[in-house]
């Protein structure tokens, strides 16, 4: 029997989960909230086991993937803002970073053509200081009252990486699409200079 279309389903779940969760964060029920984020969590970890260790890989998956993640941290972001648990401004300084970053992968493909980018180290830190920070905020909403400035230095972790992985993609991105246009320019050249030669 053929299970390569596990990780796939397992992440399609994690995206119905999404509905479940936002239910009981409007009804500002943050221990069922917990419960279910956990699980999406632990969806997103199984299905990533699963495609490395069987090479369960699919182009499907390697889209949908990244996509139900980040709702995920910004659908229960927004509804953490929406009950004023969180500040609003940090979700907008989130949605810039990766509205910025959309936007400049967008416009390399549409000069340079297709590539491969893999987040950065400091990409993937960022991601988990922002699951940390929702993880802290539900439990101490939801089962323990955690210290309040244990929260608010997440918070400002959560600026800081959030602000800084989104400078390095436009650094590192901005060069290679740099050298790409120069390389491609040389190529230009060159090809020009051989058929005058010619």
């Given amino acids: 029997m053929n299970l390569s279309f596990l990780p796939n389903f397992i992440t399609l779940l994690r995206v119905f989960l999404l509905i479940p969760l936002s239910i009981v964060l409007l009804n500002e029920q943050y221990f069922s909230a917990l419960i279910l984020f956990v699980i999406a969590g632990f969806s997103d970890a199984l299905d990533g086991f699963l495609a490395k260790q069987f090479s369960w890989i699919s182009r499907f998956g390697a889209i949908l993937d990244p996509l139900a993640d980040k709702a995920l941290l910004v659908i229960t972001m927004s509804l953490l803002v929406y009950n004023q648990q969180l500040s609003w401004i940090l979700l907008l300084v989130v949605f ?25 180290n400091l990409s993937k830190f960022n991601t988990f200081v922002q699951l940390l920070l929702v993880t802290t905020l539900l439990v101490s909403l939801g ?38 246009i120069k390389r491609r320019k040389q190529q230009s050249g060159q090809s020009s200079n051989q058929q005058r030669e010619q």
């Fill in 96 to 120: 810039v970073r990766d509205i910025y970053i959309v936007v400049g992968a967008y416009y390399y493909h549409y000069r340079l053509g297709p590539y491969e980018m893999q987040p950065s």
């Fill in 143 to 180: 089962f323990y009252q955690l210290p309040t400035l244990f929260i608010e230095g997440l918070i400002l972790l959560t600026y800081v990486t959030t602000i800084a992985s989104g400078i390095h993609y436009g650094w590192v991105w901005g060069g290679k699409f740099r050298q790409e």
